[in-house]
């Protein structure tokens, strides 16, 4: 076949804007599943260079864009190893139709593949799966030696020294030295449950959730020793549980909330934790609580490494998952999306409409009924009636739709509308505080879609039935109103925008590169700085118990730190701290509680809102310290030694939020 110069140039042209397959310098290159789906021309040049049937195996086809070669390239392992060698190259030169092969089948060292999901297309079944690995991989900067990883030999040599196998297409530790020993190793599992003195972190943040009611059921999967079990029951609820060690002999009993508590992650046996996983979720009725260990390395400390966890010197299996690789592997297994809240753990709805309203519960801030500000004779005589109509205004942002008001009949027998309900409310309140309630309730809604972006947007027909009628009333369309929250996901990734806006904020304390706020401040907020955050939580998790946020604008980054008795102690101590890094949504989380001299809080009141209870007390203390210079050096006093030898520097001692001279 003879080329043209303008019809190469053309097939070069169609390789470099291809957005299917894997672009280099000199070369595209397409898994043989997408072939149907490249440019027509691609095609046709592609058939052009069938001149064997020997190709009709191949799992790749390389177009080269220096000279007219078409190679086939063989990967017999392709869809089940994560990095499959190449065994046999057939290259095709379309202008002299000459032949070449390369045999790589008994090579030592031969050409392997990464990020397989390049080659392919987004709707081939795999994608996601081998999305994934590419970017746990990245997330240990295992793909950042591109010169080094193309070939078998020198990719396990930084397996090796990253002590890193793989399970499937998951990552997994390794330790070769260990090899004999583990395969002598007999797993102790039931050693892994542990005797508790409270309920688990997981039950306990699904009750302060409000997930059960007074006729919830519960059932724990691997109840170990039953300590949830025995005070869910406590608590009036129908409460059961099993457990392979402990409790072999109970029912498996299906139930609204079901708990997977710490169980995936203590199975060595990848198919038994799936099934697990599977086993629990077929017997939850609504809810389903996953958790599982995560961002704990232990292999410094002498373990001997096993499949894709560790063996703890108790002699029990710890599999510790990435917070995003937890997700996904939930995700994967039920084929849901799972809802984070908390480090490790995760929350499966069996219904879509409840997860959705679930979400959006998460951005529903807690209004203030506006104060009365008059009296008229009107509003008090029918005080009863306006009450439930203020209250739903002061929940919802609008008037109620039809049938959605409990006293509907009586309000409207002697008003007629809600609407004329409403006018005398306005005679005895502030229009303005309403029209805030509207304001915070439009934004709260913008922040819940441009959020769920990140997964699948709920259509409309899948929200729930209240949500509809506050995105008509607010936006006037369901479309409108996802074209807003568009719009503000799209500033979200531009870190001077987040920079003026923490900047120009009166609410927080402003540090060099970020602004901290105290939790009970973020519904006041810019809607772009919430969503920021959001960011953050909705993927991950916000950290249990954190009550300090910092907005990171010199690199995308949310911090949530937790200092106990905030607001008891004048200056409380740094315990636990989770940061996310948005780029990557890579989790690191720092503990403090055995620190000698952790960090301490100033400032108190610069993070919290003026309506803040403890405002004035704290605000009060910080003018005091100032007054007395015991701020000014603050690189001296940030840690709690610092702070204490300035204390005593000055003859001073802290009784309260107040200074006493000794």
């Given at each position: 076949m003879f080329l043209t110069t303008d019809y190469f140039k053309e097939i070069i042209y169609c390789c470099k804007k291809s957005s299917i397959g894997k672009q280099l310098p000199t070369a595209l290159y397409v898994h043989v599943s997408a072939l149907d789906v490249l440019d027509l021309r691609l095609q046709e040049y592609e058939k052009n260079a069938r001149l064997t049937e020997e190709i009709e195996d191949a799992t790749i086809i390389k177009f080269s864009t220096d000279k007219p070669l078409v190679s086939y390239l063989f990967y017999p392992e392709f869809d089940h190893d994560p990095h499959p060698e190449l065994t046999l190259s057939i290259v095709i030169n379309l202008d002299t139709e000459k032949i070449s092969y390369w045999d790589y089948s008994k090579k030592k060292n031969p050409p392997i593949l990464h990020r397989k999901e390049t080659f392919i297309s987004p709707d081939n079944p795999n994608y996601e799966l081998f999305e994934h690995l590419t970017k746990m991989e990245e997330k240990l900067e295992l793909l950042t030696f591109n010169a080094s990883i193309g070939t078998k030999k020198e990719w396990q040599k930084i397996l090796n020294r990253k002590r890193i196998?793989?399970?499937g297409h998951y990552l997994a530790c390794s330790c070769p030295i260990f090899a004999k020993e583990v395969a002598t190793i007999q797993i102790e599992r039931h050693k892994a449950a542990i005797i508790r003195n409270s309920l688990s972190?997981?039950?306990?943040?699904?009750?302060?959730?409000?997930?059960?009611?007074?006729?919830?059921?519960?059932?724990?999967?691997?109840?170990?020793?039953?300590?949830?079990?025995?005070?869910?029951?406590?608590a009036g609820h129908k409460s059961k549980g099993w457990d392979p060690y402990y409790y072999p002999d109970n029912q498996k009993n299906i139930a609204d909330i079901v708990n997977l508590g710490y169980v995936i992650n203590v199975i060595e046996d990848v198919n038994e934790r799936r099934e697990a996983l599977f086993n629990a979720w077929e017997l939850t009725n609504k809810v389903l609580i996953v958790s599982a260990q995560v961002l704990i390395d232990d292999r410094d400390r002498g373990v001997i490494a096993y499949g894709d966890g560790i063996i703890t010197n108790r002699n029990t299996f710890q599999k510790y998952y990435e917070q995003e690789e937890l997700k996904f592997y939930i995700d994967q297994v039920l084929d849901v999306d799972s809802i984070p809240i908390s480090l490790g753990i995760y929350l499966v709805f069996r219904d879509d409409i409840e997860a959705q309203i679930f979400r959006a519960s998460r951005f529903h801030s807690r209004a203030k009924t506006p104060r009365l500000i008059t009296k008229v004779r009107r509003f008090e005589d029918y005080e009863h009636l306006l009450k439930p109509l203020m209250e739903f205004y002061t929940k919802r942002g609008r008037l109620p739709a039809k049938g959605e008001l409990k006293n509907e009949i009586e309000l409207k027998e002697e008003f007629r509308t809600f609407r004329q309900a409403f006018k005398v409310i306005l005679q005895v309140t502030q229009e303005d505080d309403w029209e805030m309630i509207t304001?915070?309730?439009?934004?709260?809604?913008?922040?819940?879609?441009a959020l769920s972006q990140f997964d699948r947007r709920p259509k409309m027909r899948e929200?729930?039935?209240?949500?509809?009628?506050?995105?008509?009333?607010?936006?006037?369309s369901y479309n409108s109103a996802c074209l807003m929250a568009d719009a503000i996901l799209y500033q979200v990734g531009n870190l001077e925008i987040i920079a003026q806006l923490c900047q120009k904020q009166t609410l927080g304390r402003k540090l060099k590169n970020s602004l901290l706020i105290h939790i009970s401040a973020l519904e006041n907020l810019e809607p772009l700085l919430r969503l920021y955050e959001g960011c953050a939580s909705r993927t991950v998790g916000r950290l249990e118990e954190a009550n300090v946020i910092q907005f990171s604008w010199r690199t995308p980054k949310i911090t949530y730190s937790f200092y106990p008795d905030f607001d008891e102690n004048p200056h409380p101590?740094?315990?636990?701290?989770m940061q996310i890094q948005l780029n990557n949504l890579r989790v690191h989380y720092s503990e403090y509680s055995e620190e000698e001299n952790p960090l301490v809080l100033h400032y108190k009141d610069s993070l919290v809102s003026p309506d803040y209870p403890l405002y004035e007390t704290f605000k009060k203390l910080t003018q005091k310290e100032q007054e007395l210079g015991l701020l000014d050096d603050y690189a001296k006093v940030n840690h709690l030694q610092g702070w204490l030898n300035c204390l005593e520097e000055h003859n001073l001692t802290l009784e309260g939020h107040e200074l006493k001279y000794n």
């Open positions: 196998i793989f399970e972190r997981p039950v306990r943040l699904a009750l302060d959730l409000l997930l059960f009611n007074q006729e919830t059921t519960f059932f724990d999967y691997g109840c170990g020793y039953g300590g949830d079990v025995e005070r869910i029951a406590e304001e915070k309730r439009r934004q709260e809604l913008l922040l819940y879609l929200l729930a039935p209240e949500v509809k009628q506050d995105i008509k009333a607010l936006f006037g101590c740094l315990k636990t701290r």
